[in-house]
T-cell receptor, first 113, second 109 residues
Framework: DTGVSQDPRHKITKRGQNVTFRCDPISEHNRLYWYRQTLGQGPEFLTYFQNEAQLEKSRLLSDRFSAERPKGSFSTLEIQRTEQGDSAMYLC???????????FGEGSRLTVL | GENVEQHPSTLSVQEGDSAVIKCTYSDSASNYFPWYKQELGKGPQLIIDIRSNVGEKKDQRIAVTLNKTAKHFSLHITETQPEDSAVYFCADSWGKLQFGAGTQVVVTP
């Protein structure tokens, strides 16, 4: 399977704990995006990378959130001191150069108790 | 674009009928308008897109129309089938997509 893969698919954690999600994009894609999706809503943009450079961060991304793409390949999204409001599906997508189509992974669902 | 509004939020159609979903956008500079389909437990998948220099694009049973003057674009699905049941999202912008809230489409046999 050469699509976008995300790990873990499901994460249940207690409020105040830290969580980290990993995304492996399609290998030849140089852009990688993180989105958050809550029930009944469309995906909300969080941040994106071109190669290893983080080019934009949404105001939704509080200082408890950090994303990295150290070698321009896989990316991690870390949430520190999780809150119940962080419960959502975290979607990763990748694209090639500046083409329009984003290829999404199946997401990592976070539940904060 | 900062704001994409999508209607309706739910749409029930009989198999074989047509379905139409409409979106409006606010950013005059937007020039790329994709539609994504999301099935349960999966990430969104592009089904069709249109660029601002074109008014209509068709791919088999799906089509998208764009009215730049009015800042709205629509998805048309003809001869609907049960496998068309899913959530559909419109979006605008290039690369960093801004999505609408989605339309739950249910096709009943």
């Amino acid at each position: 399977d050469t699509g976008v893969s995300q790990d873990p698919r499901h994460k249940i954690t207690k409020r105040g704990q830290n969580v980290t999600f990993r995304c492996d994009p399609i290998s030849e894609h140089n852009r990688l995006y993180w989105y958050r999706q809550t029930l009944g809503q469309g995906p909300e943009f969080l941040t994106y990378f071109q190669n290893e450079a983080q080019l934009e961060k949404s105001r939704l991304l509080s200082d408890r959130f950090s994303a990295e793409r150290p070698k321009g390949s896989f990316s991690t999204l870390e949430i520190q001191r999780t809150e119940q409001g962080d419960s959502a599906m975290y979607l990763c997508a990748s694209s090639y150069l500046n083409t329009g189509e984003l290829f999404f992974g199946e997401g990592s669902r976070l539940t904060v108790l | 674009g900062e704001n994409v509004e999508q209607h309706p939020s739910t749409l029930s159609v009989q198999e074989g009928d047509s379905a139409v979903i409409k979106c409006t956008y606010s950013d005059s500079a937007s020039n790329y308008f994709p539609w994504y389909k999301q099935e349960l437990g999966k990430g969104p998948q592009l089904i069709i897109d249109i660029r601002s220099n074109v008014g209509e694009k068709k791919d088999q049973r799906i089509a998208v129309t764009l009215n730049k003057t009015a800042k709205h674009f629509s998805l048309h699905i003809t001869e609907t089938q049960p496998e068309d049941s899913a959530v559909y999202f419109c979006a605008d912008s290039w690369g960093k997509l801004q999505f609408g809230a989605g339309t739950q489409v249910v096709v009943t046999p």
